[in-house]
């Protein structure tokens, strides 16, 4: 396959606002359902559950865009990571803020005795915690001042996110593990594709570290 | 509905008009709205719509005055019924299909008296009685509803269990093609419950057959369930088809597929959290701040002395 040209003006003033609104989509989904009463019986966890499901998916999709990139060679995909990246710490924070607001309704002696004590919960945290460092270092300088190298080492913790991310889903399941299994099954193919593109082709490695140099 | 007129000169119900062409002309007569809709969807869409039942006797089982009743839409459309689906709205969404008549119940087991009996037969020497109890699910929300039922202990007495009797155990009803959701395996079908005896006898124990002065929809159990509001919700079986009498502690479904998560008893406890999470508090539907849970539900005066003596953080 080869790789897509689409002009520097699509990309910039066309295709990327767009995946931005789009990536708001589930929050204005959520704003009409609150407004229009139309979470079902139970709002809190309906808010809850959603919040947390698209930042497992987002930070899934964010983490697509590497292996796609290395069977499609779709370069200008990489324009779309950080934003995606950014997008699943989003709803990951709102995710726990709807836990500790809503659902907790800021108790937090009790908040603080669930995370030591529910694994699940405890697992959830450190998805949480690991994204914290990536958003701050997602920056231009950030990559700059890191240096390449080490910026993606530090990134490598996406990974982590997205295994403790999926294991906090499988937990918190009562019967029908079979949303957390197919996250799982995603995670596990993107994270085959890396392993096998980085032991064959050596191609196309993502190109952080380099454009950081030149910077 | 039939319930609570009993067909005179002891004729049997079926020997009467057959309940669905009855049902059918009732819905013929109701106007042409319903008799198009008839025609377009036989048997399921007769299923879904509301019923009163009559002579539906109030009894002073109330909860405190703070609590208000849970909104009818709540109560049927917020439901843990996993032979239709997962999640919460799917019991509503695909428990239309399900036929609730005819229906029979078989009882047997450690009783003089075991057969098979009708649905109408087994409801229809009953007073049924309206009766609020808290509802509390084991994953930490609850409501309040407005049942209609018998006491499970008037149905057992008729079949005279023996001093056998230990326990007994219900079962749901197993029936792939109207329960779409049994056709897969993660959970061993037909779900199963069961109570001690004392507790089956216990006042508060129910059989179920209607909410809100209605016909009970299918997604809460139809035709009959059971109710122990000082349990777990999920000790509430539904749609039973059968009765057990039994010597030995029966097996329950959740029991079996997670037995650190939930025991026999699944008594309602502030003090024994679910290993994954704290049972201290419990969030009400319709309300924004969490309520602290009652020790068995608030029950404690009618069911605390059957576990006298009892560990409960053992018997959980």
Redesign the interface.
């Given at each position: 396959m080869s790789s897509m040209r689409i002009p520097e003006f699509w990309l910039a003033c066309v295709i990327k606002p767009s995946v931005f609104l789009a990536s708001l989509l589930p929050l204005a989904w959520l704003a009409w359902g609150w407004s229009t009463d139309g979470l079902?019986?139970?709002p809190?966890?309906a808010t809850t559950r959603f919040l947390g499901d698209w930042a497992l998916r987002f930070l899934l999709i964010a983490l697509a865009v590497t292996p796609v990139r290395m069977l499609t060679a779709w370069n200008c995909l990489a324009r779309f990571r950080r934003m995606l990246g950014l997008f699943a710490f989003a709803y990951a924070v709102l995710h726990l803020l709807s836990y500790i607001g809503l659902?907790?309704?800021f108790?937090w002696a009790?908040i603080w005795?669930?995370i030591v004590k529910?694994?699940?919960i405890t697992i959830g945290m450190l998805a949480v915690l690991c994204l914290i460092p990536l958003a701050l270092t997602s920056t231009k300088g950030m990559v700059r001042r890191l240096g390449g190298k080490r910026w993606q080492k530090l990134h490598r913790l996406a990974y982590v996110a997205g295994v403790a991310g999926v294991i906090h889903f499988y937990?918190?399941v009562?019967?029908?593990?079979r949303e957390p299994l197919i996250y799982g099954a995603i995670l596990t193919a993107l994270f085959s594709i890396r392993l096998w593109n980085g032991r064959t082709r050596q191609v196309a490695r993502p190109s952080v570290a380099r454009k950081a140099k030149r910077a | 509905m039939l319930i609570g007129k009993i067909a005179p000169g002891g004729v049997r119900n079926s020997e009467i008009t057959p309940r669905s062409v009855y049902l059918n002309r009732r819905h013929f007569m109701q106007g042409t709205a319903g008799a198009i809709a008839l025609a377009a969807l036989p048997a399921s869409a007769a299923t879904n719509e509301r019923k009163k039942l009559e002579g539906v006797v109030k009894t002073n089982f109330e909860v405190s005055p703070d609590e208000s009743l849970t909104k009818y839409d709540s109560v049927t459309g917020y439901n843990n019924f996993y032979e239709f689906g997962f999640d919460k709205d799917d019991p509503k969404a695909n428990a239309g299909n399900l036929r609730t008549r005819p229906w029979t119940v078989k009882v047997d087991g450690h009783v003089a008296k075991p057969g098979t009996v009708d649905i109408d037969d087994l409801i229809k020497p009953h007073r049924l009685e309206e009766r609020v109890y808290r509802h509390r699910c084991v994953e930490a929300w609850s409501m309040v509803v407005p049942w209609v039922g018998i006491p499970l202990k008037d149905i057992v007495e008729r079949f005279e269990p023996t001093s056998s009797a230990k326990y007994v155990a219900f079962q749901t009803l197993l029936d792939p093609e109207q329960m779409p959701a049994q056709k897969r395996s993660s959970i061993n079908w037909p779900y199963v419950e069961g109570l001690r005896i004392d507790e089956a006898v216990n006042p508060l124990t129910l059989m179920v057959v209607g909410l809100y002065g209605e016909v009970l929809p299918n997604q809460n159990g139809a035709p009959l369930r059971l109710v122990a509001p000082w349990k777990y919700g999920f000790k509430g079986i539904k749609s039973i088809v059968g009765i057990r009498f039994v010597e030995q502690l029966p097996p329950t479904t959740w029991n079996l597929l997670q037995p650190r998560e939930y025991g026999f008893y699944a008594n309602v406890n502030p003090k024994v959290d679910h290993p994954r999470w704290s049972q201290a508090t419990e969030r009400r539907i319709g309300e924004f701040r969490r309520r602290d849970t009652l020790m068995f539900n608030g029950y404690a005066e009618q069911v605390a002395s059957l576990y006298a003596g009892m560990d409960l953080a053992e018997n959980y």
């Open positions: 079902g019986a139970n809190i966890e659902d907790q309704f108790a009790t005795a669930e529910r694994t699940y937990m918190m009562k019967a029908d593990v | -």
